[in-house]
Nanobody, 115 residues
């Protein structure tokens, strides 16, 4: 079974940038949709961005114009480029894949935006 491992989180000042990576242990071709979700303790997990096998993308309104999701099939990796970060972007970010018969989740990577 494919495993998803996120990296790239950390502490950044408002207005700064981070690039999150989600590395899969196998082919990401099995996922019809891959995406990034985020969650703050006490809140519901929300979709930030997603990309399909034919490279259609969707973004949360809060992410449009600031975040970009991309993928490299050869590297079995999905990325989330985050620019102009705001304190309200602070959350645990999870990589997600919709696979055959089940959903896959990474363990999460923490993003903290603070001065």
């Amino acid at each position: 079974q494919v495993q998803l491992v996120e990296s790239g989180g950390g502490l950044v000042q408002p207005g700064g940038s981070l690039r999150l990576s989600c590395a899969a242990s196998g082919s990401i071709g099995i996922f019809v949709v891959m995406g990034w979700y985020r969650q703050v303790p006490g809140n519901q997990r929300e979709l930030v961005a997603a990309v399909t096998t034919d490279y259609d993308t969707t973004y949360a309104d809060s992410a449009k114009g600031r975040f970009t999701i991309s993928k490299d099939n050869a590297k079995n990796t999905v990325y989330l480029q985050m620019n102009s970060l705001k304190p309200e972007d602070t959350a645990l970010y999870y990589c997600y894949g919709s696979g055959p018969g089940r959903n896959y989740w990474g363990q999460g990577t923490q993003v903290t935006v603070s001065s």
